[in-house]
């Protein structure tokens, strides 16, 4: 089909009954993020640098790859005055949606957050876990077209309010281009310090400090390949997040919907890049004929229309499938990332959805208002990992200590069991350890 | 020192007032588990034919690597009636040890189990959090020496506790030799199959599925470098564990511990492998002779006294430190996997214990019953990863979806925050799709 002067593709249509569905939907759902040979000399190299010649080849990477004016550390460095001054310069508009934002995820946030907990047994021997903190957490934050405050408030608020006492950001800033709401995003979510570098050399100084930049415990935030990379190589040595795929949404409709709502919706994923996918699942026809000349009539209208044809061309589907209940099996076999259960009852399906990263419901939840300010995390599992992992939450900047304090009573009833135990793996000294507190 | 026709190596001893002490610790806590490139690369070949010739490529792997005597997939597989059978033939003290121990570890994890919940708000929209278990876990048992039927108990009780209903057990058997209380561990663990498979053969079937074996949605447990490096290639296509380093046990006295005790308590780590790693410290110079003295005293004593010799030899240390406030920095440098408070009042040091693995409190608290049946997991961070990372938990075999249901009104109030941050970010179709939700 072809519109102002473009050629827009849109999604493939797809139905559950043809012969080859399971295989179609197999190639849809296929991906595997892969760092080349190429890449991983490139960041293994940068690493070695920063571990050996610090800010030194932190300026040198940066000056290379970013092309900026510093000729030191300390001019890529940001203090809390230069994010409050952002902050306080931005149009009143944005600073009230950025302040409405934080405060919404601050408070969704705060219900994730955890206590230690014991208890006592009969005999007096007593078992629990201690929650604490982490000490530091290194942010990092794309820079250029990708720089999304949202990002920046989606993955300091949790660390902010698990109690991470130092909260680092890194963000690049290509040809010196500093992006305002980015730094008013981190002077409202809690950043304590902020250095204007990205690339691997950013992910190696936050996992092993450099002269100015402090090494953190754990890095979290989106990135390019290298930075995916990079996280990757520094695990063990810090904590990392997940190592996130394209962005997804799996939008289900039971024909109740306003078409051109839908396909907006769709098109709300498809614009972020051109490996981005949308999924559009429905038993009704017509309705799925409605969608897809929803989306040929509003494609060309978008500013970003070459992407999102490109997105939904290479991607996206509009699939038939036969009733809800396949409609549900075939959410489950996706795991989407995001999934918009734009039907009439949806808490009817909320207990039948074993995986989702986040689940968007009823006609007006629109996937976007999840994105900024509906209080979720808006890090999410991609790719089907949802099947095996969890949104961002406070949960992953706390650490849990197991607690054991036998009494005399205790060690004398575990010490048998642990004894007898010990012996039968042929550990000796694990039974000596446990038989000199028993009884005598 | 001399003994029993051998040399047997004890810790070294450090001071807190040493110059060279900080470089000395940092030497001494020095660890990177590294795979070279060979091991690289034959994992690779490896998870390749597995994905490519599936059970084939199992039998092949098998008889070359584990020598045994199985033609096909039906020999090396063991089923539930298989695990009973292992179960009722244990020497009666042994079945009851094992059954003590399952119970113990069930109750302390039932502990950890969680809910959903979600709340309103006052414009109607709901916000939560669903947790559901995972499907399907896998769970890795070393063959040979390894064999450990506590590990057994401790990496598939948590998944059991969390609904986890499909629980694969890998076990090799080396010269079909079959480790019969790991087959009982596995049975009164609720393992629901059992493959006789190891190596990165085994991670490889678990993450893409052969004909016999299924694959699971997250794999679990220990493994030599083989299975390390393999459980990190397929890390994505499921989920993985943490990837243990050797380990390690910080023993802190106050001078009030029996020092046969202590030292006993420093050889039931050393004797794991010979990079296992004992640290003791205390600010008694007397003590720490007696502790000393006493290594050496029943060092000739132990069966495995030659892997005890070296691993205090080459890993381990007796350190002098000024007094309480000194040893708590130090643990926390330390960030030990085990931290035995062998104190007279372990309560008052915890609320200062901020990074540790399992905390084992008061001289009565052995790290060997925690090892068995105290209840806690004996899966725990090493190598100071305790600084961001957590036991081993009813939590890994959870996961959660967000939920967001917004009102009429919710979508309104939201939907104009959302539309401000969207034009902020220059994503105008996440900002339509939240303005189509507007009242008009």
Same mark, same amino acid.
């Given at each position: 089909m072809s519109s102002d002067g473009q050629d827009m593709r849109g999604p493939v249509r797809l139905d559950s009954r043809d012969a080859d569905f399971d295989a179609r939907m197999d190639a849809l759902l296929a991906w595997e993020g892969v760092s080349d040979a190429n890449i991983q000399k490139s960041v293994d190299d940068i690493i070695h640098a920063v571990r050996h010649r610090g800010d030194d080849a932190?300026?040198?990477?940066?000056?290379?790859? !970013? =092309?900026? #004016? @510093?000729? #030191?550390? #300390? !001019?890529?460095?940001? !203090?809390?005055?230069?994010? @409050? @001054?952002?902050? =306080?310069?931005? *149009?009143?508009?944005? =600073?009230? @949606?950025?302040?409405?934002?934080?405060? =919404?995820?601050?408070?969704? %946030?705060? %219900?994730?957050?955890?206590?230690?907990?014991?208890?006592?047994?009969?005999?007096?021997?007593?078992?629990?876990?201690?929650?604490? *903190?982490?000490?530091?957490?290194?942010?990092?934050? *794309?820079g250029g077209k990708a720089a999304y405050p949202s990002s920046v408030l989606m993955n300091v608020m949790p660390a902010h309010v698990a109690g991470v006492s130092e909260l680092v950001m890194v963000v690049p800033t290509p040809d010196d281009e500093v992006n305002e709401l980015v730094l008013a995003a981190a002077y409202v979510s809690g950043v304590t310090k902020v250095f204007a570098i990205g690339g691997a050399q950013a992910v190696a100084a936050l996992a092993y400090g450099t002269e100015t930049v402090p090494c953190v415990d754990k890095i979290v935030g989106p990135g390019n390949i290298y930075v995916a990379t990079a996280k990757r190589a520094v695990f063990g040595q810090c904590g990392i997040d997940m190592i996130a795929g394209p962005s997804e949404i799996l939008v289900v409709s039971d024909g109740g919907t306003d078409p051109d709502w839908l396909a907006m919706d769709l098109f709300s994923q498809a614009e972020h890049d051109e490996l981005a996918q949308a999924i559009f699942i429905s038993w009704d026809d017509a309705h799925i004929d409605a969608v897809e000349k929803s989306i040929y009539k509003q494609l060309p209208t978008m500013p970003r229309k070459q992407i999102i044809s490109t997105s939904l061309g290479d991607r996206g589907a509009l699939i038939k499938v036969a009733d809800k209940e396949e409609a549900i099996q075939l959410i489950n076999r996706i795991a989407p990332e995001h999934l918009e259960l734009s039907v009439g009852d949806p808490d009817e399906w909320l207990g039948s959805i074993r995986h989702a990263g986040a689940i968007f419901m009823g006609r007006y939840t629109a996937e976007a208002l999840g994105d900024y300010c509906a209080g979720p995390n808006h890090v999410l599992p991609t790719s089907g990992t949802a099947r095996f992992s969890s949104p961002l939450s406070v949960y992953d900047f706390q650490k849990r200590s197991s607690i054991i304090k036998c009494s005399a009573e205790g060690a004398d009833k575990l010490g048998r069991i642990a004894s007898v135990m010990a012996h039968g793996e042929s550990l000796t000294a694990h039974a000596r350890s446990a038989e000199n507190r028993l009884k005598r």
């Amino acid at each position: 089909m072809s519109s102002d002067g473009q050629d827009m593709r849109g999604p493939v249509r797809l139905d559950s009954r043809d012969a080859d569905f399971d295989a179609r939907m197999d190639a849809l759902l296929a991906w595997e993020g892969v760092s080349d040979a190429n890449i991983q000399k490139s960041v293994d190299d940068i690493i070695h640098a920063v571990r050996h010649r610090g800010d030194d080849a932190l300026v040198e990477f940066s000056r290379r790859f !970013d =092309r900026v #004016s @510093a000729t #030191s550390m #300390s !001019d890529l460095t940001l !203090d809390v005055d230069r994010l @409050a @001054a952002a902050y =306080r310069n931005l *149009p009143e508009e944005q =600073r009230q @949606a950025l302040d409405a934002s934080a405060e =919404r995820i601050r408070a969704y %946030h705060e %219900h994730q957050r955890t206590e230690g907990w014991q208890y006592t047994e009969a005999d007096g021997t007593v078992l629990g876990q201690k929650v604490t *903190p982490l000490d530091s957490v290194g942010v990092y934050v *794309p820079g250029g077209k990708a720089a999304y405050p949202s990002s920046v408030l989606m993955n300091v608020m949790p660390a902010h309010v698990a109690g991470v006492s130092e909260l680092v950001m890194v963000v690049p800033t290509p040809d010196d281009e500093v992006n305002e709401l980015v730094l008013a995003a981190a002077y409202v979510s809690g950043v304590t310090k902020v250095f204007a570098i990205g690339g691997a050399q950013a992910v190696a100084a936050l996992a092993y400090g450099t002269e100015t930049v402090p090494c953190v415990d754990k890095i979290v935030g989106p990135g390019n390949i290298y930075v995916a990379t990079a996280k990757r190589a520094v695990f063990g040595q810090c904590g990392i997040d997940m190592i996130a795929g394209p962005s997804e949404i799996l939008v289900v409709s039971d024909g109740g919907t306003d078409p051109d709502w839908l396909a907006m919706d769709l098109f709300s994923q498809a614009e972020h890049d051109e490996l981005a996918q949308a999924i559009f699942i429905s038993w009704d026809d017509a309705h799925i004929d409605a969608v897809e000349k929803s989306i040929y009539k509003q494609l060309p209208t978008m500013p970003r229309k070459q992407i999102i044809s490109t997105s939904l061309g290479d991607r996206g589907a509009l699939i038939k499938v036969a009733d809800k209940e396949e409609a549900i099996q075939l959410i489950n076999r996706i795991a989407p990332e995001h999934l918009e259960l734009s039907v009439g009852d949806p808490d009817e399906w909320l207990g039948s959805i074993r995986h989702a990263g986040a689940i968007f419901m009823g006609r007006y939840t629109a996937e976007a208002l999840g994105d900024y300010c509906a209080g979720p995390n808006h890090v999410l599992p991609t790719s089907g990992t949802a099947r095996f992992s969890s949104p961002l939450s406070v949960y992953d900047f706390q650490k849990r200590s197991s607690i054991i304090k036998c009494s005399a009573e205790g060690a004398d009833k575990l010490g048998r069991i642990a004894s007898v135990m010990a012996h039968g793996e042929s550990l000796t000294a694990h039974a000596r350890s446990a038989e000199n507190r028993l009884k005598r």
